[in-house]
């Protein structure tokens, strides 16, 4: 099939039957593509609980999960410096850890285990502008994916 400059899908002229021409854009809207993704990216211009909560409820793949537990994922975001600071303590690490995360960019390995053999292919992501942040309950307490209020949420 082809698509014109417009983005309708078209079907080859010498097709044995005919089909439906179907415009894209018109899909795209009709199964929500467009509210989810514009919710997320309005989450993430301000920062706002509404916003990302609508963005989770709105994406097709997450429609049976309960509502319930899509509150527990989005939250404000912090508008000032002070208050991320205060959410990084509440994450439970040290300060220095936490003035190396204020000033370096995140790669988060939600799940990793406990140390091992795949901790020296991450080693190298480790450089001057990256650091690696392991979450799970073997590297520490505070890394508990489960629990809502004192984990890592």
């Not at 901790?119 to 073997?138: G, P, Q, W």
Request: charged letters at 30%; hydrophobic letters at 40%.
């Amino acid at each position: 099939m082809r698509q014109n400059d417009t983005g309708t899908v078209l079907t080859a002229p010498t097709a044995p039957r005919t089909q439906t021409i179907l415009p894209v854009g018109g899909l795209v809207s009709i199964l929500g593509w467009e509210q989810w993704e514009s919710s997320l990216r309005e989450f993430v211009d301000k920062g706002k609980f509404e916003d990302g909560f609508r963005a989770l409820v709105s994406m097709p793949w997450l429609k049976n999960v309960p509502r319930e537990d899509l509150v527990k994922v989005v939250m404000d975001m912090p508008r000032s410096d002070e208050e991320a600071w205060g959410l990084m303590k509440q994450w439970g690490c040290n300060r220095r850890f936490r003035k190396l995360l204020v000033h370096k960019d995140w790669v988060v390995k939600l799940y990793s285990g406990p140390k091992g053999q795949i901790d020296k292919i991450f080693r190298s992501m480790d450089s001057n502008n990256t650091v690696v942040v392991d979450v799970d309950l073997a590297r520490g307490l505070q890394m508990d994916m489960l629990k809502y209020e004192d984990g890592i949420f």
